[in-house]
């Protein structure tokens, strides 16, 4: 076997032993974090059932837009925004850290120097929280929805079309529109 011969197949060798130790951890990592999101969501009293149709949500939005998941029911997306996805069979997001009984899943469910857009109208569906000041591109955002300007005091958000021109800016702060169509908005930056 000729010298280069040699180190080709060390080199070959030396590759997928480390590819089988690298990948061994981090496949115990996702089963483990998996695990712990089906755990959080039987936590929140949902049913196995409706804990699965909630993780099917969540890989949906996962394999169209680059995030992760943080919890059950919610990703943080690669540009800093929050997706929340609401519970099969509920009209408004929550937390599921904490169980339904604690803490109720509530109408413009939004924090504190927050804009949050909603899929549906009157503050209801998933929830896109967004909170630094610059564009969030938006992806599938389109049809009839709400949002609630949650920021501080006067801020007002812009809506860009395409082009990253403004087509309307919001009222200040604190202000929510019980219907928006979504369909022309492909950025909002919140400031």
Request: net charge neutral.
């Amino acid at each position: 076997m000729s010298l280069l011969k040699r180190y080709g197949s060390l080199a070959a060798a030396a590759v997928a032993v480390l590819s089988v130790g690298l990948a061994g951890p981090a496949s115990a990592e996702t089963t483990q974090t998996q695990a712990a999101f089906v755990e959080q969501a039987r936590a929140a009293g949902l049913s196995r059932e409706d804990a699965g149709a909630l993780q099917t949500k969540v890989d949906r939005y996962l394999s169209r837009q680059d995030g992760r998941q943080v919890s059950a029911n919610e990703i943080v997306l690669a540009d800093g925004a929050t997706l929340t996805v609401t519970v099969p069979g509920e009209r408004y997001v929550r937390e599921l850290s904490t169980s339904a009984r604690s803490r109720a899943a509530a109408q413009w469910e939004c924090d504190y120097e927050y804009f949050c857009m909603f899929r549906q109208q009157l503050g209801m569906g998933d929830r896109l929280a967004l909170y630094h000041c610059q564009d969030y591109a938006l992806q599938g955002w389109t049809g009839e929805g709400s949002y609630y300007n949650h920021q501080t005091p006067g801020t007002r958000a812009l809506f860009k079309n395409q082009n990253r021109n403004v087509i309307y800016t919001t009222p200040g702060a604190t202000f929510s529109e019980a219907s928006y169509n979504w369909t022309p908005v492909w950025y909002v930056k919140p400031c």
